[in-house]
């Protein structure tokens, strides 16, 4: 393999563009030709691809968003789209990819790999920590680090005016922000996708915890099965029905897709982009290279996209603990 291109797709997250640098020098190292495309599978498919060089990735290994720029590509899910994608592909003679994304981003790999035969490996990009084969993914750190200062910062005027908060965070089906960034600003309540919500249960709770606590936090996961934010403050209010009280609903939003990576995110991002280009050199070819215990491991795309990641029992087990 002489030649190989990178790009970023689906949702961005902080911490892409150290994943991107790492690929970018470690192909060099290895004496590699690298390309860049930009605008994910959108710009495959527009052939805008470019020669990187070391110093094209300097100075990036801080910034949040991604140089590649990222989009969303509904050609790219017609075979004629892909057909596009391949001929550009090959017009350059590029011979292996690196994908930077989430589940999607891996579906549209895998279906083009089975088409084309153009080994590409993975790197986990995505907020929401919902892939299978990596204990945490590119961004998902820096994305609870965001939630938790803003979660600090309602705690006290929360605490000043005794409300209770409702604080919406991201994750359609997972979770895995809500339990961390409820865990680490102490909220009384997360609510997630993967378990149901006993609204009862939660009201009972706050009428419980008034005689102790006088504001409450509750993290409510933007894709729980009691709804949005905005709906279960609704439903709690008229539950409770205690005109004393004060409701108040935060939504965190695209806020958590920004800033610098931590330097959590960094090291994982390059540990995933150094580890892809030599999951290509060693054979490697639908594969998403990952961290699990510590350790590099390479995990087929099918199971990324096919196996679900749990939520970490114990935290659970925390919440209910440190609530009280
Ligand atoms: P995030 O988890 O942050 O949303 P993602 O990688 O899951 O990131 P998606 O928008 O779901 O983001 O997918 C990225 C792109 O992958 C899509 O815009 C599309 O071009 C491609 N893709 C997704 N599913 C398929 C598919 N079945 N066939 C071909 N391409 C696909």
Redesign the pocket.
């Known amino acids: 393999m002489k030649k190989i291109a990178v790009f970023t ?3 961005d ?1 902080p911490g892409m563009n150290a994943c991107v640098r790492a690929v970018v020098r470690t192909a060099i190292f290895k004496e590699l030709e690298v390309y860049g495309i930009y605008r ?2 959108e710009g495959m498919i527009d052939g805008e691809i470019k020669r990187l060089q070391s110093h094209s990735v300097s100075n990036i290994v801080q910034r949040g968003g991604t140089v590649l720029k990222s989009a ?2 509904m050609e ?2 017609t075979p004629e789209g892909r057909k596009k994608a391949y001929d550009n592909l090959t017009a350059l003679g590029i011979e292996g990819l690196v994908a930077i ?5 891996f ?2 790999a895998k ?1 083009f790999f089975e088409e084309y035969g153009i080994p590409t490996i993975g790197c986990p990009g ?1 907020i ?1 920590n919902d892939l299978y084969g990596t204990d945490y993914t590119i961004g998902f750190d820096t994305a609870v680090n965001t939630a938790l200062e803003a979660i600090d910062k309602i705690r006290d005027t929360a605490a000043a005016h005794d409300r209770i908060f409702f604080i919406e965070v991201m994750g359609r089906d997972a979770g895995f922000i809500a339990v961390e960034s409820g865990i680490g600003g102490g909220a009384e309540f997360v609510m997630v996708p993967e378990s149901k919500t006993d609204l009862d249960h939660v009201v009972k709770s706050l009428k419980n915890l008034r005689k102790s606590k006088s504001s409450s936090i509750i993290v409510v996961a933007e894709g729980d099965d009691a709804g949005n934010a905005q709906t279960v403050m609704e439903k709690v209010k008229q539950k409770l029905n205690d005109p004393t009280k004060d409701f108040k609903v935060t939504t965190l939003g695209h806020i958590q897709r920004g800033g610098n990576p931590t330097a959590r995110d960094r090291v994982l991002a390059s540990r995933c982009g150094m580890s892809a280009v030599e999951g290509l050199l060693a054979g490697h070819q639908f594969h998403m290279a990952g961290v699990v215990n510590q350790e590099v491991v390479f995990t087929p795309f099918a199971d990324c996209i096919g196996k679900t990641k749990s939520l970490i029992e114990d935290h659970l087990k925390l919440m209910k603990i440190l609530s009280i």
Request: glycine letters at 36%; a neutral charge.
């Open positions: 797709s689906g949702g997250s994910g599978y969303r590509s790219f899910k994304g989430g589940d999607g981003t579906t549209g279906v995505t929401d």
